[in-house]
């Protein structure tokens, strides 16, 4: 492979991973960087009408190219014995958009949306790029890396063929933060006090009811340690927690639309550890106490593991999260400048800052590659 990415520009490239955020938002990010290299790169984005792709993936203002979802069950029953027939038609309606858009190169990042455009590509002799964002692979991405040779990962833990470990493509803006530099603009934008420690509370998109509770049981000790909160409880859920004249301010908001501001204004995090939340705390440098969501296949403990293994982080399950767990974990750490630092460099040297651009050359140069096999034009 070339170390120089395609130079006649006009790419057609297809990227598929959809239903959550923590499949789209790579997806996009890496579209952000090949536009910046590329800027007469075609991308389409193939998604469904299950999750948020009809959302997200129009608001980065991208093409969307939808497919018949396809939900793996875990069961057997009925929607096993259909399963078969809901896959084939979902890869004709695949098929059908790369043969429309030319495709070059289809690049996924799993999930449901990403099996029927690997297996149109693969009848097609597509090239297949594949990121994987967890540490514990989906099954999507599993079966995947046995048709390409060219597959990445977030963690060097991600048990896959042919894997080269670069991290999550994140949003400049998040990857490229200065958090000193706009901490005190962010925490003005929040209402919070300039110098006081600062906590955020997180759940992710949705908000988490456990770290919600959790946390606003802790009001009181918190504000008695003088430690301010930053709490994004998710959109569809109520929390009240007074405010207390003179107190150290208690913010509840329930969604935070440019989260380079929440992480500038904070010095510590309780939160989930999603596979996006964790490259984008471990890149921006704050140590965090992550929770792991506790339905599923176990994904978001692994994700977090590096970070607290390097010093980064602590890690607890939900069950074991209370408020007294947060004065008593959260409080000593946020309160000494020094145990702060050193999380923070533990965090920052877990990180990785550029892998929407490693990744991006990468699928640039495949399509240098396909044209060179196949004579192929631009």
Request: proline share 8%; net charge positive.
């Amino acid at each position: 492979m070339t170390s120089r990415h395609a130079a006649h520009g006009g790419e057609r490239i297809v990227v598929a991973g959809g239903g959550t955020a923590g499949h789209i938002e790579p997806a996009m990010n890496l579209a952000d960087a090949i536009r910046r290299l590329e800027p007469a790169a075609v991308i389409t984005a193939i998604g469904s009408t299950k999750g948020l792709d009809t959302t997200l993936i129009p608001a980065r203002g991208y093409p969307l190219e939808l497919v018949p979802p396809v939900p793996l069950p875990r069961r057997p029953g009925r929607d096993l014995l259909a399963t078969p027939a809901r896959v084939r038609a979902a890869v004709a309606a695949a098929g059908e958009i790369l043969d429309r858009v030319r495709a070059e190169v289809v690049v996924g990042f799993g999930g449901y949306v990403a099996v029927p455009a690997y297996l149109a590509a693969k009848r097609r002799n597509l090239p297949i790029v594949v990121h994987e964002a967890n540490a514990k692979p989906g099954l999507a991405n599993r079966s995947a890396a046995r048709l390409t040779k060219h597959v990445f990962t977030a963690s060097a833990r991600a048990a896959l063929p042919h894997a080269t470990a670069i991290g999550i493509p994140l949003r400049p803006d998040i990857s490229q933060l200065d958090r000193p530099a706009l901490r005190g603009e962010a925490r003005a934008r929040f209402g919070l006090d300039a110098d006081r420690p600062t906590l955020l509370v997180t759940g992710g998109s949705q908000g988490a009811r456990t770290i919600n509770w959790a946390a606003s049981g802790a009001a009181a000790g918190l504000r008695a340690a003088g430690i301010q909160v930053l709490h994004v409880i998710g959109p569809k859920n109520v929390l009240n927690v007074p405010a207390e004249p003179g107190a150290p301010p208690y913010v509840v908001v329930p969604y935070v639309e440019q989260m380079k501001y929440a992480y500038a204004a904070a010095d510590f995090v309780l939160c989930r550890c999603g596979a996006m939340t964790c490259a984008e705390l471990s890149a921006v440098g704050l140590p965090a106490a992550y929770v792991p969501y506790p339905v599923g296949n176990g994904e978001q403990r692994f994700n977090a593991e590096p970070i607290v293994a390097a010093g980064g982080g602590l890690l607890l399950d939900d069950a074991d999260l209370t408020p007294d767990w947060v004065l008593a974990n959260v409080v000593p750490r946020i309160t000494d400048a020094a145990v702060l630092e050193a999380m923070s460099r533990a965090a920052a040297h877990a990180g990785s800052r550029d892998a929407d651009v490693v990744l991006a050359r990468h699928v640039l140069n495949v399509v240098a590659e396909y044209r060179h096999l196949t004579g192929g034009k631009p």
